[in-house]
């Protein structure tokens, strides 16, 4: 049976991670953008990510952000992995010299077909997942979903076992349909099981998992 990874991001109170990870998370982000409003200081993260056990991955989330900002987090979360949603190129996704994600912002709409999947995944090859989110102000959070029927998900290069992360609107009540459509390595969720802006609803995490869970069964 094929087993959808999750991550849960934007957590910034420690209940809220340790129900993640009851509930059977198996990565946590943490925002590292000041100015998103999920926002967390490079301490701060350091301070909940030693709440995770073994086997649960810390992930930074990254903006345009300096070379000494991701060493501040590196040092706070010495095994995160890295995941960039700005405007990074290439070359500054490696320059940390740490296994990283590449966001992928797809417009939203009919737009969505005009964006070249496959180049930008071989852009980014050495990445370890492209996350797949829609590009909405502000870098991602917005609750928007891309249109999952703009892309042919049956390509070898994104075909089931490839190293996508779903994001971008998904919720408890959409990520079955999004896992049937896509076949994602993984999912990401933040806003959907939020009751505000950086703060978890432990019904809300319960009810995404055991949905994505429920698809992989099916």
Request: net charge neutral; with cysteine; hydrophobic share 45%.
């Amino acid at each position: 049976m094929k087993r959808t990874r999750i991550k849960i991001c934007g957590l910034t109170r420690e209940a809220d991670v340790q129900h993640a990870v009851q509930a059977g998370a198996d990565a946590i982000g943490f925002v590292l953008y000041p100015n998103s409003p999920r926002a967390v200081t490079a301490a701060r993260a350091g301070e909940l990510a030693r709440l995770l056990p073994p086997f649960v991955t810390p992930v930074l989330l990254f903006v345009n952000a300096s070379a000494a900002e991701i060493a501040a987090g590196l040092q706070a979360v010495p095994n995160a992995l890295l995941q960039f949603h700005g405007d990074e190129t290439p070359e500054q996704c490696r320059a940390a010299g740490r296994p990283f994600i590449r966001a992928a912002r797809v417009p939203v709409g009919a737009d969505a077909q005009g964006f070249d999947l496959l180049e930008y995944a071989q852009d980014y090859a050495d990445a370890q997942a492209i996350l797949l989110d829609a590009h909405v102000q502000g870098y991602g959070g917005g609750g928007v979903a891309f249109d999952w029927t703009a892309f042919n998900w049956s390509h070898p290069r994104l075909s089931a076992g490839s190293r996508l992360v779903l994001s971008g609107g998904l919720t408890p009540a959409n990520v079955a349909e999004g896992i049937r459509l896509v076949r994602p390595w993984a999912v990401d969720v933040s806003s959907g099981v939020e009751t505000a802006k950086g703060i978890k609803s432990a019904e809300l995490m319960d009810r995404f998992i055991a949905a994505v869970r429920e698809a992989d069964l099916g």
